[in-house]
């Protein structure tokens, strides 16, 4: 007999439908399944026949045929073992097929027939509604995650009995829904730090007020102790809120990572990524025999926040300019190319030097000329020039550390931000792009119109600074954010001048 269940494939992020087709005939007792399985799939034949035996039911001593179509896609994953159980049941005749046909399944059986939590669950499920299947019998554990998708009816399950029976219609299960109390409760901000508690380097807390809001990549060089990576980390909380879109587009890469915990339904604080100096190319870019998101997408529209920068393999560095430049990663395989998105904001933080004092007012540099040439050449040209702000951060006066006198809170902050911002999504509500990071040439001649004294002070410093065309277009971009930070339809020269100096510290350090 013949039976057919609908299941998913997933590639990247994208979900493909597929018919998990089951044959049970006459003939030498024998299991196989074609399709292009892998190694998870190929062993899911032992998991389902202890799965059915240990669940009372009865595992056919015949040929047994599973083709997972279309055939010619590479299938990965254990979230086919509960499609193939339903199919051979169905086969079988100890389930009606018919029940079958109103329903999607994933999931994971263990050896005693209950149901695992699966990887990219959420994906998967925004890929059934897509494709017209509404409803979806998955574990238990992936409720959560899940629940979100609104127009989607989500079962979710214990064990492999309880879903036979609620498909013989022996139980009565309702679709699961997420209390809206408990949702906004979950979807509340919280942080523990505050630009407040930050004593003096307000010159530092302007540009990433800044960054913030355009989205500018940024960069802070100075010595050990000045604060660097205490202000990295106080970043996000200036940050714009998520939209329920952007959530959800985080959350399915979270979920793909297999990084969501079980009570979790939703990502709705902007992801803080710090890898360590030691990560590997694949790590921070994704990839591996089974590819998955690295940390460039991990940071998807939040911070990517790379501390002692030089310290990463250069060959490392190096990779980070694709993702900045198209805000996507595509990792090419022999059976597919799968992309996946990189829309972050990088903070970089590093030392001038190895020993951390080139160019510090209170303590003497011990290194040689070629010593900080040397440790300074690990970040490229190119690189450099792909971050919008330089930053050059001092260390803390002691009567600014005693004094009472506070920064801005973070909230006082991101209200700036958060105008700035819907300043841009209104200017650009016809374009592809959100921010003014995102400009390019085309845009930048026609939304930031610059006067003959701002032009005329953009020719002195590009000759002087001996710029490139792309450094050339950061300033504007730059000065377009400023503009809109000061609600300045009009980018005048205060605004040019200020988001010059913050594209002169390379040729500070860099041309030692």
Known sequence: MLSNVISCNLVGLDGEIINVETDISNGLPSFTIVGLPDTAVRESKERIRAALKNSGFQFPIKKITINLSPANTKKEGTHFDLPMAIGILAASSQIEEKSLKEYAFIGELSLNGRLNKVIGA?????????????????????????????????????????????LNGEIDIEPFKQNSAEMNLFNKRYYDVDFSEVSGQSNVIRAFQIAAAGAHNIILIGPPGAGKTMLARRFPTILPDMTIEESIEVTKI????????????????????????????????????IPKPGDVSLAHLGVLFLDEFPEFQKSVLEALRQPMEDEEVTISRVNAKITYPSKFILVASMNPCPCGYYNDPYNECKCSPSQVRKYLSKISGPLLDRIDIHVEVFPVKYQELVKNTKNQNSSEIKKKVDKARLIQLERYKNEKINYNSQLSPKLIKKYCHLKYKQNKLLETAFYKLKMSARSYNKIIKLSRTIADLNESEEIKTVHIAEAIQYRSLDKKFWEV
């Open 254 to 289: 979270y979920s793909v990572a297999g990084l969501l915990s079980d009570n979790c339904s939703l990502i709705t604080s902007r992801p803080f990524v710090s890898p360590h100096h030691t990560a590997s190319k694949v790590s921070l870019i994704g990839g591996g025999k």
């Open 122 to 166: 959420l994906p998967i499920v925004i890929s059934f509604r897509e494709k017209g299947y509404k409803k979806i019998i998955l574990p238990k554990q992936n409720i959560n995650e899940t629940s979100i998708i609104e127009d989607a009816e989500i079962y979710g399950f214990d064990n492999l009995k309880e879903i036979i029976e609620f």
